[in-house]
């Protein structure tokens, strides 16, 4: 039986999701409420009655970001039937390599990194870090040196994402890019 949302529990849902869009674009700091306000369509007084501070916000943004790349990896390894840990990976950088396409996940993770001098911005950051790779090490039942990879790997995709250096010629850009998989081994 799926639950239904109330009124309040649906616009909540929307100015989070107008909220990525806009603060992925311009950060934190340079932001105001009230561009996230116009992008869901309703006022800013009514964002603070759902929010009470741009920062709870800005939060709620950062937590729906992790949100979304946990439900897409979880969605990618649902699929499988019983698998390796390194298929599992495998399986999981896939989805998260399909996901970043999507620039304003990426972009909104940057501006937190950027804004995570304020404590409750680097609270999330880590809340939704912690949960990430909680899910991903207990999911794939990796070893932890395998975990690790796992995200230095996915840390420098999505360097090489954000930079936009996927295609570039560049000797520094292929110095990064050359051979680039997000795991190496699927069959472990």
Do not use: N
């Amino acid at each position: 039986m799926s639950k239904t949302l109330s009124k309040s529990e649906q616009r909540r849902s929307s100015v989070i999701a107008a909220a990525v869009e806009v603060f992925a674009k311009s950060g934190y700091r340079a932001t105001p409420v009230a561009e996230v306000a116009a992008a869901a369509e309703i006022s800013p007084a009514y964002v603070f009655r759902l929010f009470p501070t741009k920062q709870d916000l800005f939060v709620a943004a950062t937590s729906a970001c992790f949100d979304r790349i946990i439900d897409t990896l979880r969605a990618a390894v649902d699929q499988l039937p019983a698998a390796s840990p390194g298929r599992v990976l495998a399986a999981m950088a896939e989805a998260y390599a399909a996901l970043i396409t999507d620039r304003k996940l990426i972009m909104l993770q940057v501006h937190a990194l950027a804004a995570s001098d304020e404590p409750a911005i680097r609270d999330a950051l880590c809340g939704g870090q912690a949960r990430l790779v909680d899910y991903v090490a207990g999911r794939s039942r990796a070893a932890q040196p395998d975990v690790q990879a796992f995200f230095a790997r996915g840390q420098l995709c999505h360097l090489v994402a954000t930079l936009g250096i996927e295609d570039s010629a560049a000797g520094w850009a292929l110095q990064l890019t050359e051979g680039l998989v997000h795991y190496t081994d699927a069959t472990g």
